[in-house]
């Protein structure tokens, strides 16, 4: 820099950029050097072990390009939690634009505003003293303030510019908008990375900084031990189990998988599976992630100590939550607050990065670390964390039992707290992580009453949303707290509840014992309408292992007892399961007239639900006598219910249900399409015997349009699923079904396979009447290739099943079949 001081009254500018400042009453005249090589030796050096950043990389880099579409993106700022790797990031991008032709010819300076270190925090005016001394001016030459520093920084970085030689400037660790705003240049022209643990409003294109993922953290801690000790140390390869457990351990976050990998190159003989073990303790684990030079802890003490006391306590009772986010009610009731203000409580947190936004607005979650931290803090007295979770607790009963009326079937008041059922549904959704963890965890701190009001409360919306697996964990838990406190009312109630969830994940032999189990108690406290409800839950159970004659027995006890203790909608879902036991013993008529006697009940009762659900039942039964027209209009007036009712298993079962309806009286394209929809509705929620079932339906109604080949793929899926599900019933009817598309191509072989099979555990799981349906297509076939003694045999032994079973129709169509055989086969 050259001073141009010609006189004391007048000043002659040559040679230089004349920025009309004046220092001490002097102008001055600036004359850029060539290079500015201390702004280039100030940037960090980029770590070799960087990794998963690719693209946040390529955006940063995006937004840096003099060429882009649209120009340059001035202010790049990025934020993220402590540790996540901001400044590793910026640092990475900021060497690699500096190496680009003609991006920043002026070289690249930056700077660490220490912003969340109380120690070292650096001042805005103390930084522009340090990047103007950077940029080669004199210390005599620097203004003295604030803001003519900044207009002096703001003027070199244009004068730069103008001269082609654009700087790239990096601002590392801001806290505050305060402590960034004065080095931020006006040219237009220059560029600027910001790093931050807070979101700032700087006008800045904005980039959220999250976690790696699973494979990039453990590819961080092979780099990091391979630059350590050299490529010779192959511990995370060799042990990639215990490597998954570390960086899972690890949550993802840059500070702790370096920590983690410099801990296994201290000790190049520690197995990886050690540290592992080590970081598997909660209460343990920050201490582990420690070194002389760095701490997870530490890092995070800086961010605390920035909040403010409301926000620090907010802060301390987020990890009481035992689920993995929260809702900003149930923060609310966390910190004893109205939830405007702890809604506005939890924005700061997460501009701090210390909680992240969860998938819809108004969920909050914390990183597994953070939550380790928070929820360990000393700041939080015992007591004020106890009632904190009290009210916690409290809060998901109260609120779990008001969106239950919504759910529950029949004609109970609603509550108020929810507008509709489908507001009810999605509070339910966005909580049921949550309601499962506080049932777990109620028991253990002391409330085991809101553990079972819970299990209770959500036994219906588990069974709609087809989350049988917790339904069966929460009912058992609840069980063991009914048995503990001797309240052997419940215990049936709740035996009851266990009996219909392993009934839907089809362990129906374990069902039945805990239904009877159940009964004994239920008669024991002298609870009729229990018993009515658990005989018909029992029914069911006996129906799907085709104990027909006790599930009807079973459900006609329950409509009895119903009709004797008045228990209207009780009485009408009894009737509809009786109906579909009377149909699998092709009693049909029986069968028509309890599906209606119930519809008709659910529709006194307003359970709109339950009355899809017979209408579904009724179709099925009209079609067995081949009123299909009938069908029709049941399964359509079943799916319009469960459109209505959002309900998605519904909604698949009744369009499989229409399209077998529609195959009945020819309309084939409206069959497949409607079994299409089905095929997918059942793989789209995870229903794998739902799925198998549609195929089924599907490949029956293909051949109908002659895409016979098709036919055959769907029985064959339907066939692999069964098979993996264990469902034998299903298994043998889709075997018969794959039989006959088989046949229809002229593969009698496989065909003739195909049909035996079905044959046989048709008659393994005691199904009459499917064997009989499986013998006489096996016949049919055996025809077509002119084994005509076979076939005698094979439709003799379908006439004795079809007679078994009661379809007297069938085995007499077959008898005059068989009299019609050639007479030199007899």
């Known amino acids: 820099m050259n001073i141009k001081d010609e006189s004391a009254v007048s000043n002659t500018i040559t040679g230089g950029v004349f920025f009309n400042h004046v220092v001490q009453g002097h102008t001055i005249t600036v ?26 990389v390529r955006l940063l880099m995006q937004a840096l390009a003099p060429h882009g579409e649209s120009g340059p993106v001035l202010v790049s700022a990025v934020a993220g939690l402590a540790g996540i790797g901001k400044t590793e990031l910026v640092v990475q991008t900021a060497s690699r634009a500096a190496k680009e032709t003609g991006w920043f010819p002026g070289g690249v300076l930056f700077v660490d505003m220490f912003g969340y270190d109380p120690q070292r925090r650096v001042a805005a005016e103390a930084a522009l003293l340090r990047l103007l001394q950077a940029l080669g001016l004199p210390g005599e030459n620097i203004p003295a303030t604030e803001a003519d520093r900044s207009r002096l920084f703001r003027s070199l970085l244009a004068a730069f510019a103008r001269q082609g030689r654009r700087i790239l400037l990096v601002i590392d660790n801001v806290a505050t908008a305060d402590q960034v705003v004065p080095l931020l240049p006006s040219d237009g022209d220059t560029a600027v990375l910001i790093t931050s643990r807070h979101t700032l409003d700087v006008g800045a294109r904005l980039h959220d900084l999250d976690v790696l993922d699973r494979a990039a953290s453990v590819h961080m801690l092979a780099e990091a031990l391979h630059q350590a000790r050299g490529p010779e140390d192959t511990r995370i390869h060799d042990q990639a ?26 000790h190049p003989t520690r197995p990886v599976a050690s540290l592992a073990q080590a970081l598997e303790a909660e209460h343990t684990r920050l201490d582990q992630l420690s070194r002389e030079d760095r701490a997870v802890r530490a890092a995070f003490d800086l961010s605390y100590q920035n909040l403010s006391d409301p926000q620090a306590t907010l802060f301390r009772l987020l990890p009481i939550n035992p689920g993995p986010d929260l809702g900003t009610e149930a923060a609310a009731h966390l910190a004893g607050l109205d939830p405007q203000a702890t809604e506005q409580i939890l924005q700061d947190l997460a501009r701090a990065h210390l909680i992240e936004a969860g998938h819809t607005w108004g969920r909050w979650r914390l990183h597994d670390l953070v939550r380790l931290y928070a929820g360990e803090h000393p700041d939080t007295a ?96 609840a069980i063991q707290i009914f048995r503990e406190t001797g309240d052997r009312h419940s215990e049936g109630s709740a035996l009851n509840n266990l009996g219909v969830a392993l009934l839907q994940v089809r362990r129906f032999d374990e069902a039945i014992t805990i239904h009877l189990g159940a009964i004994a108690v239920v008669r024991e406290v002298g609870d009729r309408n229990g018993e009515g409800i658990v005989l018909g ?26 009709r004797e203790t008045g228990d209207r909608h009780s009485e009408g ?95 084939f394209d409206e069959a497949i399409s409607a079994q299409r929809q089905a095929v997918t509705i059942f793989r789209e929620i995870g229903d794998r015997h739902g799925e198998g079932w549609a195929l089924d339906t599907l490949g029956a ?126």
Not at 242 to 264: E, H, M, N
Not at 724 to 744: F, P
């Open 382 to 477: 015992p007591d004020q964390r106890e009632r904190a979770g009290v009210r916690l607790l409290e809060h998901y009963r109260t609120t779990t039992r008001d969106a239950n009326t919504h759910i529950q079937p029949g004609p109970a008041p609603v509550s108020p707290r929810f507008g509709d059922r489908t507001v009810a549904l999605a509070w339910l959704d966005d909580e049921r992580p949550n309601l499962l963890a506080a049932c777990a965890s109620a028991a253990a701190t002391g409330h085991p009453d809101i553990s079972t009001d819970l299990a209770s409360e959500l036994s219906q919306f588990l069974n709609f949303r087809r989350f049988f697996d917790d339904w069966i964990e929460i009912t058992g838990t």
């Open 573 to 667: 879902r009894t009737l509809c399961h009786l109906g579909e036991a009377l149909r699998e013993t092709r009693r049909f008529d029986e069968a028509i007239s309890a599906q209606q006697q119930a519809a008709t009940i659910f529709r006194e009762t307003g359970d709109r639900h339950g009355e899809g659900r017979t209408l579904g039942n009724l179709g099925l039964a009209l079609m067995e006598v081949r009123r299909f027209d009938e069908a029709i209009i049941a399964h359509q007036q079943d799916l319009a219910i469960c459109k209505v009712a959002k309900d998605r298993h519904g909604e698949g079962r009744a369009l499989g249900n229409l399209g077998a309806s529609l195959q009945g009286v020819g309309r």
């Open 537 to 562: 839950n029992l029914g069911l159970a006996l129906k799907e292992v085709r104990r027909f004659d006790e599930a009807i027995s079973a459900q006609q006890q329950a409509a009895t007892i119903f």
């Open 31 to 56: 004359v850029l050097p060539p290079t500015v090589e201390p702004a280039l030796s100030g940037l960090p050096p980029a770590s070799v072990t960087f990794t998963g950043r690719d693209e946040q």
């Open 701 to 826: 109604s293909l051949p109908g349009v002659g895409r016979l080949d098709e036919a055959i793929t769907a029985h064959q899926q339907a066939l692999e699923i069964f098979r993996e599900i264990g469902d034998r019933h299903g298994e043998g009817r889709t075997l018969g079904n794959l039989g006959e598309a088989l046949q229809g191509v002229g593969r009698f072989d496989e065909a003739i396979s195909a049909q035996r099979q079905a044959a046989t555990i048709s008659r393994e799981i005691g199904d009459r009447h499917g064997e009989g349906w499986a013998l006489g297509n096996l016949g049919a076939t055996l025809g077509r290739v002119g084994r005509f003694d076979e076939v005698r045999s094979n439709w003799k032994r379908a006439i004795e099943a079809f007679t078994d079973s009661g379809d007297r129709d069938t085995a007499a169509l077959l008898t005059r079949w068989l009299d019609k055989l050639p007479p030199d086969t007899r």
């Open 241 to 266: 189990d215990a490597a998954t457990r570390v960086a899972d351990l690890c949550a993802g976050l840059p500070l702790a998988l370096r920590i983690a990998a410099a801990l296994l190159a201290d």
